[in-house]
């Protein structure tokens, strides 16, 4: 059981670039979620859905797109990255009905633009 | 769902209790307590959750208030590989309103 699978681990970006973090789960969950994590800050929310063809917005959501065209994959777009952008990204996903369902974490995707 | 506060930093001796409290005072009635930890840059990993009554699992336990308006986790005999920061997150049991906002949580840091 793969759980929630991040790819890839480490990316280097310059300014302006573009690139997709991927972000599979093979769960069946229905809530899927994107975190970034800043030295000090804690994990801050960036995108969310709660099914296929649902996303929100999260705490933190200006420079990234999202969506999610099936129940698996939920894939995180960067257009033009700035170094603002630098940080540690966390995928997570869990069931909706959220009595009996903590969220299952991917190992992060380290991200740095230069 | 409802913010949590939590202190910055704790310390405890290795093989004592380890007692993490959380504020989460707006609590509604439909919402769990939820607590997980990350272990250096690991992604957070679930340690245990609970609505109103206490919890044990082979990892922790969780004291919810009668209130509901606060808690504490407690390891009962700490390690050094339970050094990490403590998140105590609030959130509803439908999920309907599901922006979690996790804080910075609790560094505990154990020692010798």
């Known amino acids: 059981n793969a759980g929630v699978t991040q790819t890839p681990k480490f990316q280097v970006l310059k300014t302006g670039q573009s690139m997709t973090l991927q972000c599979a789960q093979d769960?069946?969950?229905?809530?899927m979620s994107w975190y970034r994590q800043d030295p000090g800050m804690g994990l801050r929310l960036i995108h969310y859905?709660?099914?296929?063809?649902?996303?929100d917005q999260g705490e933190v959501p200006n420079g990234y797109n999202v969506s999610r065209s099936t129940t698996e994959d939920f894939p995180l777009r960067l257009l033009s990255a700035a170094p603002s952008q630098t940080s540690v990204y966390f995928c997570a996903s869990s069931y909706l009905v959220t009595y009996n369902s903590p969220l299952h974490f991917g190992n992060g995707t380290r991200l740095t633009v230069t | 769902d409802a913010k949590t506060t939590q202190p910055p930093s704790m310390d405890c001796a290795e093989g004592r209790a380890a007692n993490l409290p959380c504020n989460h005072s707006?609590?509604?009635?439909?919402?769990?307590v939820y607590w997980y930890r990350q272990i250096h840059s690991q992604g957070p990993q679930y340690i245990i959750h609970?609505?109103?009554n206490n919890e044990t699992n082979e990892m922790a336990s969780l004291i919810i208030t009668e209130d509901r308006k606060s808690s504490t986790l407690i390891l009962p005999h700490a390690t050094l590989r339970d050094t990490a920061v403590y998140y105590c997150i609030v959130r509803e049991i439908t999920g309907t309103a599901s922006k979690l906002t996790f804080g910075t949580g609790t560094r505990l840091q154990v020692t010798l």
């Open positions: 609970g609505l109103k």
């Open positions: 859905s709660v099914g296929a063809g649902i996303t």
């Open positions: 769960m069946n969950h229905e809530y």
């Open positions: 707006t609590i509604s009635g439909n919402e769990y």
